[in-house]
């Protein structure tokens, strides 16, 4: 009666036992193998980046790491030698006949590179918008490989820019994962602001109409065009005050309004009214554009008489409205005043 609880209990505590010995033999037992393809963000290769279930050896380096961004292969027997070299024994092959191992990277292209400097420059020491800054470095940047640890943004921490030679010297920091100091990077070149300009495809004479084939839009810097710069539409059937030659950047100072009316023109005068249209020929006695006051000669009374263009060969007098005539205000009522009797004591 005794015994069975007894025989009960020391089963269940074997089990228990058992357990605990396979579950740290499982653990103890873990063999070590090869990996078939590795990736590494430092410079150094260790047991452990080639290995699982490396142990304590897993922090033993072993091999260089390939450059930024690059991938290598490690014959497995060159591999299981080297271990061998640095007591690390037992280790499971899973066949593999070499190893790939990549050393990731980030990667910073040059048009990355030119929007962080513009943008650190941007309406510094009177330049404008970054999209407007055309930069040209001492050094070509090209792509640029990166720690993959780097992975803060780009700071800039120093920012230098001289107007008299347009040069720039900027200086950024990008933080890493590790903790460890910044990565410092400096950039240096010439930095001119630019903006979109009509510039003419060909030589265009004084006094002649610029057409749209004439004119074609090209970025130019700020300083040759000034604030004035002239954009295509704007300057499309304007008139050149001046000679202007070919790839010049047009400005609005170098255009004005076409002339509708030239001197000794015969014009169509019009003459308008409230009620009344009438059309006499005339003859310009100075030109203008639209819009303008020209002095023309009646050609049937001989006599000069000022009026507006308001079209090619054609001026318009327009007659003034007569004014209502005001009706005169009735003279208003005499008023009676009573006196008023002082109070009674």
Do not use: C, W
């Not at 004084?206 to 700020?222: F, L, N």
């Not at 001046?242 to 309004?257: F, I, N, T």
């Amino acid at each position: 009666m005794i015994a069975r609880p007894f025989l009960t209990a020391l089963a269940l505590l074997a089990v228990t036992a058992t357990s605990a010995l396979a579950q740290r033999a499982a653990d103890t037992i873990a063999v070590p193998a090869l990996r078939a393809n590795v990736s590494v963000t430092g410079e150094i290769v260790r047991v452990g980046d080639l290995v699982d279930n490396a142990g304590p050896a897993a922090t033993i380096a072993v091999y260089r790491a390939p450059d930024l961004g690059t991938t290598g292969t490690l014959p497995v027997a060159q591999v299981i030698n080297t271990l061998r070299a640095r007591q690390v024994i037992g280790v499971d092959t899973r066949d593999l006949k070499e190893i790939t191992v990549t050393r990731l990277a980030r990667t910073l292209d040059t048009r990355e590179i030119e929007q962080q400097v513009a943008r650190a420059l941007e309406r510094r020491h009177g330049l404008g918008d970054a999209a407007n800054l055309t930069l040209t470095f001492d050094r070509d940047t090209g792509d640029m490989k990166l720690d993959a640890s780097n992975n803060g943004a780009m700071t800039p921490v120093a920012v230098r820019y001289e107007p008299r030679n347009t040069r720039f010297d900027v200086t950024f920091e990008i933080a890493n994962e590790n903790g460890t100091a910044p990565l410092k990077l400096r950039f240096t070149g010439t930095a001119i602001e630019t903006l979109e300009a009509a510039v003419l495809a060909r030589t265009i004479e004084r006094g002649e109409i610029i057409k749209a084939s004439d004119v074609m839009v090209e970025r130019r810097p700020k300083s040759e065009v000034g604030n004035d710069a002239a954009g295509r539409e704007s300057v499309i059937g304007m008139q050149a005050r001046r000679q202007l030659r070919a790839g010049q950047a047009m400005r609005a100072g170098d255009l004005v309004k076409p002339d509708l009316v030239t001197r000794d023109q015969s014009v169509t005068l019009i003459y308008r009214s409230a009620s009344l249209y009438l059309t006499i020929r005339g003859k310009a006695m100075e030109g203008g554009a639209e819009g303008d006051a020209v002095s023309v000669m009646n050609l049937q009374s001989k006599r000069i008489i000022s009026g507006v263009v308001t079209g090619r060969g054609e001026v318009t007098i327009t007659a003034p409205t007569p004014r209502e005539p005001v009706a005169a205000a009735e003279p208003a009522a005499p008023v009676k005043l009573s006196s008023v009797a002082p109070n009674a004591e």
